[in-house]
């Protein structure tokens, strides 16, 4: 018969204690609180440290979230209805693209004002450059209400005889030549760099001293494009800072476009900093302010910035307002694929490796779909982007009503490019590739799935000449009927 050994009861206390005493030799305490947020956490995984953004009301009737919608492993059909029913016809898709728009809006961008209707430009300077090659023009644009928004643009022209009209490309960058730079908020330490921007930050900080260095890398990487090198630094004579800019445009200007740019920034302000409450301190600058009952996003604001300009555009004459490119490169690549969507009046959309919420589908992004950027990244670093219905979705893609190939589809039938990289770190090609192949039969309603292109250059995160180039000839073939032997339908072997 087998004996029980059994521990008096006096000396369990004892024994506990040595083995918590162990225990915590061998791991660090569950309740122990970092103090640093961890850039190494899971993004999928909810952080209970988080602080919620403070809801804004706006107009949109709300829409079912997360817990109420079904799981979507394959990407959601656009030409099916919610009553159940397939779009067959361009007529029926034209009807459609209301519903479409608003759940992109409602669960993407967020809720975007309306045009002002009160666009006016006011040259502020004009000259010459590259010895009478071109010429260059500051103009100053102020609309909203009561006029008090506004926003610089810079505009290249070819030289040409003053009854000629140009297709003109729009692509964000720094401060416009000649213009002085605006103050800007701080950003936190930690953002874009993996660290969770919905954890407690210190409150926002007064504005910076002016500064022509906002948002350099997308400004630079533009300009230097075709330079094959790095950018020409800043002089400290204006005049031949714009000459050095207009030396780096200068084949887009010798191939007949006009050149508008702009500092995004200057329409909302790229910062996850954070007020007291919560919200973000973005909303206190630029445009938000004067559109208070609107939730849209960074993207959105600088999506909303290019349609102000296509308002100026219709408004010139040296400008052909019917054949209008948007351009941009990652983040202001993403904000130039939601402005083709969102504006009919844009004639090419034409983004440049756009990673995590643009081009790719969220569905084919992330960890465990194809790696790299994914929803729960991009709403780990960047939920300020987006709408703020999109955050909820963080670890629950399948989730996701709608996927990035439904705003290529609202393009339909206007061109499209996406222009990527061969060795982008961010942006993912099967994303791209199931993005551009779902989005196809909306365009074949059109007869014009040859209007949606695909161009690779052998570059990573970045915009090269050979974007450049394939942008052109893409828009010779399709905006101007120049014929043009090169194909855009081609993906390479992953």
Known sequence: MRRSHRIPARCLPTILSILLILSSLRSPSLHAQPTAPDPTMIAGEPDPREIPVPSIK???????????????????????????TRITSSDAWQ??????????????????????????????????????????????????????????????????PADTSFPVVIFPGGTPPGASPLPALSRPPGQGKGVNALLPVEPSKPALAPTSATN???????????????????????????????????????????YITFNNNDCAEDTTLRLPDGSWAFRTTRFYPAYPEYDWGILGGWAW?????????????????????????????KSAMVAAAFDDRIALGAPVVTGGGGVGAYRFSGEGRGGKEGLDLMMKKYPNWFSPHLHPFRGQTDKLPFDQHWFLALIAPRPFIALEGTTDGVSVMNAVKQSTLAAQPVYALFNATDKLGINYAEHGHTITADDWTAMLDFADKHLLGKPVTRRFDQFPSE
């Open 58 to 84: 706006t107009n949109l009737a709300p829409l079912p979230g997360p817990d109420a919608l079904p799981l979507q492993t394959a990407l959601p059909d656009p030409l099916l209805k919610t009553d159940g």
């Open 216 to 258: 350099t890398s997308v400004n630079t990487a533009a300009a230097s494009s075709f330079s094959g090198g790095n950018p020409v630094a800043p002089k400290s004579s204006e005049n031949a800072d714009l000459e050095a800019f207009a030396k780096r445009i200068r084949p887009i200007l010798a191939r007949g476009y006009a």
């Open 95 to 160: 009807k459609h693209r209301t519903e479409i728009r608003r759940t992109l809006e409602y669960y993407a961008v967020g809720a975007i004002p309306p045009a002002p209707g009160n666009v006016k430009g006011r040259v502020i300077s004009s000259r010459p450059v590259l010895d009478g090659f071109a010429s260059y023009r500051l103009v100053h644009l102020t609309f909203g209400p009561g006029e008090k928004l506004s926003l610089n643009i810079g505009i290249f022209t070819p030289s040409a």
């Open 305 to 333: 910035g290019v349609s102000r300009i296509v308002d100026y555009v219709e408004t010139d004459s040296a400008l052909n307002a019917s054949k209008v490119i948007v351009s941009g490169i990652s983040r202001t690549g």
